[in-house]
């Protein structure tokens, strides 16, 4: 059983982040699990270190806090679970973009609870951001500006870019009632409601934003530590500046859908012939077409 009071809380900047020691993770029950999530919704990324969890352990820690999904279109270099994925640097596995995990599902991921299984002895820091402050600090008409506008996320740096969902570009985290930018780098291709070169411009603007110092996190790795975070307000990424071997395993606890405010506006469909430049609304008219090919069947 987990005692609240027992536990040693370190904040590791303003932004978010906290790094919890007396607690072994091994032994959470459902009660732990509880206190463990409330520590979340207050940190928004926890770290444990001197973990070393097993894999069946780090799935059974994961199983408290929901539904657990490997992911979607990679296979694990190694270790072979359903529940489990897996990346080592040395098969392509740095993810050194800001990012928040599988937003091109209707469901994005809720939680991420990774297991550091080997890294270097220098490099390959994990970086996390805090959306919620980025939007907090936008201007008055450019946050009432994004609150009424959608963006179309989509797979294609897995090399599945018709896998594809359109989200709110503001989530309102549905424990607290915040509000965060809910666009990233990695998979969110398009505004809905502008024209491909007012969203380059928007989105180029916003995914920077969102990477300003002032709201993030570096954590330096030791084997064996366990990190989690919320999806719903947080992005992170690693960066990649080593040579040696880096393997992390990660369990993922499925999402709810995001909400946000409603579009006020009709998607950007660039009107008159097809030309050079209605190729960048193609996914776009791919996305409704299959929208409502569904609502026909």
Not at 24 to 42: F, K, R, V, W, Y
Not at 128 to 137: R, V, Y
Not at 194 to 201: A, G, I, K, V, Y
Request: negative net charge.
């Amino acid at each position: 059983m987990l005692d609240p009071q027992s536990l040693k809380v370190n904040r590791l900047a303003s932004a978010l982040g906290a790094e919890i020691h007396a607690v072994n993770l091994a032994s959470i029950d459902a009660e732990g699990a509880t206190t463990i999530t409330d520590l979340l919704c207050e940190h928004k990324v926890l770290f444990f270190p001197n973990q070393s969890l097993s894999v069946n352990e780090h799935v059974a820690f994961g199983a408290h806090f929901g539904e657990l999904q490997g992911h979607p279109h990679k296979e694990n270099p190694y270790t072979k679970h359903d529940k489990i994925f897996e990346l080592a640097a040395s098969s392509g596995g740095i993810a050194d973009e800001w990012h928040s995990d599988i937003t091109f599902r209707p469901r994005p991921a809720l939680i991420s609870i990774l297991n550091m299984v080997k890294c270097p002895e220098i490099g390959g820091d994990t970086l996390w951001t805090n959306p919620e402050l980025a939007f907090e600090e936008l201007s008055a008409p450019l946050r009432d500006l994004c609150s009424g506008l959608t963006a179309l996320h989509n797979a294609a740096p897995h090399g599945r870019p018709e896998v594809m969902t359109v989200h709110p570009v503001v989530r309102i985290h549905p424990v607290t009632g915040k509000r965060a930018l809910f666009v990233n780098e990695h998979f969110t291709r398009r505004i809905v409601e502008l024209s491909h070169e007012e969203s380059d411009h928007l989105l180029g603007y916003l995914t920077r934003w969102i990477a300003t110092p002032r709201f993030s996190l570096r954590y330096r790795w030791q084997a064996g530590t366990i990190a989690m975070w919320d999806n719903r307000c947080t992005q992170h990424k690693v960066l990649n500046d080593f040579n040696e071997e880096r393997i992390i395993q990660r369990v993922t606890v499925m999402g709810d859908e995001p909400k946000g405010g409603d579009p006020r506006w009709e998607p950007f469909i660039r009107p008159g012939h097809a030309s050079d430049t209605s190729r960048y609304d193609e996914l776009l008219v791919q996305y409704f077409e299959s929208i409502e090919s569904k609502d026909l069947s």
